[in-house]
T-cell receptor
Framework: AQTVTQSQPEMSVQEAETVTLSCTYD???????LFWYKQPPSRQMILVIR??????QNATENRFSVNFQKAAKSFSLKISDSQLGDTAMYFC??????????????FGKGTLLTVNP | DAGVTQSPTHLIKTRGQQVTLRCSPK?????VSWYQQALGQGPQFIFQ???????QRGNFPDRFSGHQFPNYSSELNVNALLLGDSALYLC??????????????FGEGSRLTVL
């Protein structure tokens, strides 16, 4: 079974600054995806960024980037130039690649990020 | 293009009752999964449907059951409600088969309160 651990229940950052959210995971699988999802107060979960485990290059999406350390089973999210709209709960999640249509996500407990003006 | 839609958005039930939650997947998606999110926690996988069959199931009792219809919409049924079933229930969809990229699209959820 896979586990995902987010050790920072809450974090805060000033607008325009950079913040890093931590995530570690445990798995015996070799092929998998890792995700960061954002859940603002409106409740809808939105994908922030995705990383395929077989890719060595770290994924980036505009102001969001990850530091993927496969051997250490670490997957941190860096948010640059933080904006007030980034205030949300952030979840790290794991999905085993098993082909076909198996879409089971294992989530961490989340990190509540507050961006202050 | 409508995203994932869920109904109802809020509902209140009493212990022992039964509840049905509904989900319409995003256009072009044919696999649907359900998650339970307790207050302050990450979502927990309940089960996933594809081609009208339950393909995977998480660690939830048989009181939790589901169905997928030919139009790919889905229902989650919970029988004999317990106080601990109070949670936000999220539906997520994705394209099945080899079209998927691993990304799930979520609805806004159904908030269930059991009194």
């Amino acid at each position: 079974a896979q586990t995902v651990t987010q050790s920072q229940p809450e974090m805060s950052v000033q607008e325009a600054e950079t913040v890093t959210l931590s995530c570690t995971y445990d798995t015996s699988e070799s092929n998998y995806y890792l995700f960061w999802y954002k859940q603002p107060p409106s409740r809808q979960m939105i994908l922030v960024i995705r990383q395929e485990a077989y890719k060595q290059q770290n994924a980036t999406e505009n102001r969001f980037s990850v530091n993927f350390q496969k051997a250490a089973k670490s997957f941190s999210l860096k948010i640059s130039d933080s904006q007030l709209g980034d205030t949300a709960m952030y979840f790290c999640a794991f999905m085993k690649l098993s082909g076909g249509s198996n879409y089971k996500l294992t989530f961490g407990k989340g990190t509540l990020l507050t961006v202050n003006p | 293009d409508a995203g994932v839609t869920q109904s109802p958005t809020h509902l209140i039930k009493t212990r022992g009752q039964q509840v049905t939650l509904r989900c319409s997947p995003k256009s072009g998606h044919d696999t649907v999964s359900w998650y339970q999110q307790a207050l302050g926690q990450g979502p927990q996988f309940i089960f996933q449907y594809y081609e009208e069959e339950e393909r995977q199931r998480g660690n939830f009792p048989d009181r939790f059951s589901g169905h997928q219809f030919p139009n790919y919409s889905s229902e989650l049924n919970v029988n004999a409600l317990l106080l601990g079933d109070s949670a936000l229930y999220l539906c997520a969809s994705a394209p099945g088969g080899t079209r998927g990229t691993g990304e799930l699209f979520f609805g806004e959820g159904s908030r269930l309160t059991v009194l």
